[in-house]
């Protein structure tokens, strides 16, 4: 049971222009939400999060929405760039165990931004 | 800044071997976190460490054993391994004040032929 869930597995984007990045997800209990970033061959890179008490958060480029009664979230990127191209991950965390919180990963999009 | 270090980067294996991938850290670091990433999947949790004491266990196999040692660098020892244990390894760590925020190493790619 995929408890977060990313239904585009790929989205191209002309350069300059906003990508928009859709994530689903299905726990209640998740309070805290993360994008990654991927490229081939390293591992992921953080780029921003949200708790679960905001509903946006932004850094430079990059914002994130958070709709907690529809359990989504969306990452914008505004403007897009062709180094933007990469698998982006959403994930979230609740609480488990003394120290840890566990990330759930949605499947990826993977987006390509031409110039 | 210092990252999080993971060796070896490649592991190749035969069946029934056993693997040892070690992870250092961000500096200050206190939780360690282990995922595995199998082909065209989204990356699963294994385990987690705070403080040295596991603090999480999720779809970690008992052929899979971890520990983090007083310098907060982990291990993961993996035995008897299988064809389907072929698959990237990342290790995270976080800080203790920004828990939620999981900074991961570039992964080891271990491949059991």
């Known amino acids: 049971d995929q408890q977060v869930k990313q239904n585009s597995p790929s989205l191209s984007v002309q350069e300059g222009r906003i990508s928009i990045l859709n994530c689903d997800y299905t726990?209640?209990?998740?309070?805290?939400f993360l994008w990654y970033k991927k490229y081939p061959a390293e591992g992921p890179t953080f780029l921003i999060s949200?708790?679960?008490?905001?509903d946006k958060n932004e850094d430079g480029r990059f914002t994130v929405f958070l709709n907690k009664s529809a359990k989504h979230l969306s990452l914008h990127i505004v403007p897009s760039q062709p180094g933007d191209s990469a698998v982006y991950f959403c994930?979230?965390?609740?609480?488990?165990?003394?120290?840890?919180?566990?990330?759930?990963f949605g499947k990826g999009t993977k987006l390509s931004v031409i110039p | 800044a210092a990252g999080v270090i993971q060796s070896p980067r490649h592991l190749i294996k035969e069946k029934r071997e056993t693997a040892t991938l070690k992870c250092y850290p961000i500096?200050?670091?206190?939780?360690v976190y282990w995922y595995q990433q199998g082909p065209g999947q989204d990356p699963q949790f294994l385990i987690s460490?705070?403080?040295?004491?596991?603090?999480d266990k999720g779809s970690i196999p008992d052929r899979f054993s971890a520990q983090q040692f007083s310098d907060y660098h982990s291990e993961l020892n993996m035995s008897s391994l299988e064809l389907g244990d072929s698959a990237l390894y990342f290790c995270?760590?976080?800080?203790?004040?920004?828990?939620?925020?999981?900074?991961f190493g570039a992964g080891t790619r271990l491949s059991v032929l």
């Open positions: 994930a979230a965390s609740a609480a488990v165990g003394a120290g840890s919180y566990q990330l759930t």
């Open positions: 949200i708790s679960s008490i905001k």
């Open positions: 995270a760590s976080s800080l203790g004040t920004e828990k939620n925020i999981q900074y």
């Open positions: 460490f705070y403080e040295k004491m596991q603090s």
């Open positions: 726990n209640s209990m998740f309070d805290y």
């Open positions: 500096p200050r670091h206190d939780t």
